[in-house]
């Protein structure tokens, strides 16, 4: 019998090759989606995990359900003074995101016993996510994190040898996209993609800003070419 795993799904590499994996396996997965107040690629994360889905329900070898998403906007669950005070507790001793905080207050405002958070190469996170001592039982009850010993690389491998590369791709991962709903190329999700050998999965645009960004002086050695420049900064523009 196939069991439903809930998975926070961000639209991003990690998290969206959890769902693949668990749908894989004959898990149904139940996806939740936080609306980050912080950031500006909602819009562009959701359009991904809607386009995702459409491929995922499309391919014979994805043998689980995929259940609708649940969009949830941050104003809307109770936020918990206990939980507060345990990630207080926690950044005494080392810095994690505070979206760790909400998620703890989602599932237990949800009952959600168990989400799985795509979370990997974190040392810390490894380290203590399974501890039932004060203040991690509390932020940590709920939250599993099944690809905290996964990399990028063994993940892509993965998709490449059951055929899962093409779903995998259309992935969001830009923090600061373009007003025209870009990859920007240098925030530091772009600038993994770009390290990790991906970086045909950037626009043009974002690429040129890529190098401009790591090669600062390349911008001055181009200058003594005006054309070449000016036809690479309207490119950089778009
Ligand atoms: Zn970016």
Not at 62 to 68: F, M
Not at 164 to 191: A, D, Q
Not at 214 to 236: D, E, G
Request: charged residues 25%; proline residues 5%; aromatic residues 14%.
């Amino acid at each position: 019998m196939s069991k439903i795993v809930d998975v926070l799904w961000t639209g991003g590499w990690d998290s969206t090759f959890r769902v693949i994996q668990l749908l894989f396996q004959g898990d149904d997965v139940k996806p939740h989606y936080i609306c980050d107040p912080g950031r500006a690629s909602t819009s562009l994360e959701i359009s991904a995990m809607h386009r995702i889905s459409e491929l995922i329900k499309a391919d014979s070898g994805l043998k689980g359900n995929l259940l609708p998403i649940s969009i949830v906007d941050f104003p809307d669950f109770e936020k918990y003074s206990d939980i507060e005070d345990a990630y207080i507790d926690i950044m005494k001793e080392h810095y994690i995101g505070e979206q760790y905080k909400w998620i703890a207050d989602y599932c237990r405002y949800e009952n959600i016993d168990s989400i799985d958070i795509s979370v990997q190469n974190n040392p810390f996170i490894r380290k203590n996510h399974s501890r039932d001592d004060y203040p991690f039982s509390v932020i940590f009850r709920s939250l599993k994190f099944p690809l905290i010993t996964f990399s990028k690389s063994e993940m892509k491998k993965w998709c490449i040898d059951h055929g899962f590369l093409s779903i995998i791709e259309e992935s969001w991962f830009c923090h600061s996209p373009t007003r025209s709903g870009k990859s920007c190329g240098v925030c530091s999700p772009c600038i993994v993609v770009v390290e990790e050998g991906m970086g045909y999965r950037l626009p043009a645009s974002a690429k040129i800003r890529y190098h401009f960004r790591i090669l600062p002086r390349l911008k001055s050695f181009l200058k003594n070419y005006p054309k070449f420049y000016t036809y690479l900064y309207k490119l950089k523009s778009r």
